[in-house]
Each structure stands twice: as structure tokens, then as C-alpha cells.
T-cell receptor, first 120, second 113 residues
Framework: GAVVSQHPSRVICKSGTSVKIECRSL??????MFWYRQFPKQSLMLMAT?????????EQGVEKDKFLINHASLTLSTLTVTSAHPEDSSFYIC????????????????FGPGTRLTVT | SQELEQSPQSLIVQEGKNLTINCTSS?????LYWYKQKYGEGLIFLMM?????EEKSHEKITAKLDEKKQQSSLHITASQPSHAGIYLC?????????????FGKGTKLTVNP
């Protein structure tokens, strides 16, 4: 099956610093990756769609200047949380999309293991 | 915007019992994903269903998609403690292109030995 990795798995940083999270598709190329955020005991909330070679598309209410996304290659997308604050503490999960070969529904999504960010 | 409602929110069963989790969409389902998540971990892909009454099975887990009802169900037969976790359904609201997924709130399953 398709494998997606995230690094780091856990990070603790001080308020005001920036943190970069990497998402890699290990055995397939992903022109599109997605970044989600999950609060305790809640479902995943889509933050942005990351497209290789172009600007990310952000969901309503997500600050693009705060959550910088770079999709530099077909296997790597990065999310940088700039000037992090305690309210940014959360579980961040990425997913990578690959074609499923089906006619009606072209894609499958595979998720990384997540990154737990704690801002002190 | 599309919303997915999962029921029940939580479920506690005895090992060996069967159970069903439902996922209902507010809009047409072009495709439906089922994932399993353990708290604080990533999502494990279980199954993906296309439009049109598709049914898939993997080991003791069977998922069905009923297009007319805009609903999917996940059925576990003879549950085991290893089945415990949070089950999430996710749906793509459009056909083709980039598949942004909207997720339900999840169903927390506990299986008592």
C-alpha cells in the first residue's frame, strides 16, 4: 500500500518561534497533498490543499501567512507554522493523493501518522 | 457545504459481537472513504467506495455505500480488541479533480475482552 510519512512526529516549541512539518509520499508521486488539523476528540479539519509547483489553496478561516505551505516536489510538502502561539497547539496530519485508476472516482488518499505540536 | 453525520458517536461492545457504524451525507456522495484512527495517530485507510451501491470487505470489516440514501455503513463481524479505535468516514464532494475530503466526527469503538 501507499506510505506517507511525516516529520517530526512530535515537536515542542516556544511561543513566537516557527515550526516546519514535512509530509512525504514514500512510494508514489503526489501532485496534490492536503493538510488537516485535529483538536482533541474532534474530527479532522481541512486547512489547505497543496499543489506541486503552484500556490496552496487555503480553506476559509485559515491564515495563509501563518500556515505557509510549500509543495516543492512530487513527494514532499511542508507546512510551516510561523510565530506559533499556544492556540496553534494541535495534531497536524497530511494526506497524499494518488490516482486510483478508476473512472468515476479518480483518487485515493493516504494519510501520514501526524505531528503533535505543542507551543509553550 | 457537505456535512457527514456519523452514528453512533461511541460504541462499547463485548468481544465477538457484531456492530454497525453509519455515515450519512447531506449531499450526493461521489465516493466515500472509511478510515480507522487511534488517538494521537494517523489514519489507516480501510476502504473506498464509489457511487452506486458498492460493497467491499476486508477481513471482518464490510462497508456498503447506498447512493440513494446518501449513506454508508461499516459492519464489523465478531469484533476483537484490535478493532478498537475511532472510525471516520470521509467524502469527496465532487467527481474527479482534487479530492478534498470532508470528514464525519468519528465513532469511537471500544471492544471489551
Amino acid at each position: 500500500g501507499a506510505v506517507v510519512s511525516q516529520h517530526p512526529s512530535r515537536v515542542i516549541c516556544k511561543s513566537g518561534t516557527s515550526v516546519k512539518i514535512e509530509c512525504r509520499s514514500l512510494d508514489f508521486q503526489a501532485t496534490t497533498m492536503f493538510w488537516y488539523r485535529q483538536f482533541p476528540k474532534q474530527s479532522l479539519m481541512l486547512m489547505a490543499t497543496s499543489n506541486e509547483g503552484s500556490k496552496a489553496t487555503y480553506e476559509q478561516g485559515v491564515e495563509k501567512d501563518k500556515f505557509l505551505i510549500n509543495h516543492a516536489s512530487l513527494t514532499l510538502s511542508t507546512l510551516t507554522v510561523t510565530s506559533a502561539h499556544p492556540e496553534d497547539s494541535s495534531f497536524y496530519i497530511c494526506s497524499a493523493q494518488r490516482p486510483s485508476g478508476r473512472v468515476l472516482f479518480g483518487y485515493e488518499q493516504y494519510f501520514g501518522p501526524g505531528t503533535r505540536l505543542t507551543v509553550t | 457545504s457537505q456535512e457527514l453525520e456519523q452514528s453512533p458517536q461511541s460504541l462499547i461492545v463485548q468481544e465477538g459481537k457484531n456492530l454497525t457504524i453509519n455515515c450519512t451525507s447531506s449531499k450526493t456522495l461521489y465516493g466515500l472513504y472509511w478510515y480507522k484512527q487511534k488517538y494521537g495517530e494517523g489514519l489507516i485507510f480501510l476502504m473506498m467506495l464509489q457511487k452506486g451501491g458498492e460493497e467491499k470487505s476486508h477481513e471482518k470489516i464490510t462497508a456498503k455505500l447506498d447512493e440513494k440514501k446518501q449513506q454508508s455503513s461499516l459492519h464489523i463481524t465478531a469484533s476483537q480488541p484490535s478493532h478498537a479505535g475511532i472510525y471516520l468516514c470521509g467524502a469527496a464532494g465532487s467527481q474527479g479533480g482534487s479530492e478534498k475530503l470532508v470528514f464525519g466526527k468519528g465513532t469511537k469503538l471500544t471492544v471489551n475482552p
